[in-house]
């Protein structure tokens, strides 16, 4: 099965940058798509960035859009989201998910396989 670790977070001032990344193994076939994830405490988890596999196409949700970018390095095992001018509202464990099947690309529900998470703390 997809197995998929994220690596990056930690504790950040407001204003400053920090880049997470989340590697993947098992079967390439089951990963049409990744992306990424956040849950704020006390929140639901959301959707804030999806890239496809076949062509590498983003997608950012209007929450993020222009402070994070999402890529896919050359082998297509490894995603990247790279995020500039953090917030305080940015604090969350962040998860990289992929997934087979999607049609909503910012559903938790799309998604078949999870990480465990990294934390981001965002302080002012």
């Known amino acids: 099965q997809v197995q998929l670790v994220e690596s990056g977070g930690g504790s950040v001032q407001a204003g400053g940058s920090l880049k997470l990344s989340c590697t993947a193994s098992?079967?390439?076939?089951?990963?049409?798509?990744m992306g990424w994830f956040r849950q704020p405490p006390g929140k639901a988890r959301e959707g804030i960035a999806a890239?496809?596999?076949?062509?590498?196409?983003?997608a950012i949700a209007d929450a993020v859009r222009y402070r994070f970018t999402i890529s896919l390095d050359d082998t297509k095992n490894t995603l990247h989201l790279q995020i500039h001018n953090v917030r305080p509202e940015d604090t969350a464990v962040y998860y990289c998910a992929a997934g087979a099947y999607v049609a909503d690309l910012f559903s938790p529900r799309e998604y078949n396989y999870w990480g465990q998470g990294t934390q981001v703390t965002v302080s002012s």
């Open positions: 890239i496809s596999i076949s062509d590498s196409r983003p």
């Open positions: 098992g079967p390439s076939y089951r990963r049409t798509h």
